[in-house]
């Protein structure tokens, strides 16, 4: 069976579990993904500060993401252009 690892990035801290899991095949991956996620997510977001991403990915074997979920916390007071610091899409991060 495949073995998979979580990462989570959270502002600069970025952590990947050393001990995997081995689970059947993508879906049982991604069905785990999200159980883990969800089991977390409230606390996440109590926490959350504005302007913020959380970041949870699967990775394979190999360490390379399989799937990643992305909880993004943004203020939506307006501001002049040039103070507006754009964060990184979580689709453009690896």
């Known amino acids: 069976m495949p073995r998979y690892f979580f990462r989570i990035r959270n502002g600069r801290y970025s952590g990947a579990s050393e001990q995997g899991i081995?689970?059947?095949?993508?879906?049982?991956?991604?069905?785990e993904l999200t159980r883990s996620?969800?089991?977390?997510?409230?606390?996440?977001c109590r926490k959350l500060g504005q302007n913020t991403q959380w970041e949870m990915e699967l990775l394979d074997e190999r360490k390379e993401?399989?799937?990643r979920i992305c909880?993004?916390?943004?203020?939506?007071?307006?501001?002049p252009k040039s103070a507006v610091k754009k964060r990184?899409?979580?689709?453009?991060?690896s």
Not at 22 to 31: H, S, T, V, Y
Not at 37 to 44: F, N, R, T
């Open 71 to 79: 909880l993004v916390a943004d203020s939506l007071e307006t501001k």
């Open 37 to 44: 996620c969800a089991d977390m997510v409230g606390g996440i």
């Open 22 to 31: 081995e689970l059947a095949d993508r879906n049982a991956a991604w069905e």
């Open 88 to 93: 990184q899409p979580c689709n453009e991060r």
């Open 65 to 67: 993401p399989v799937f």
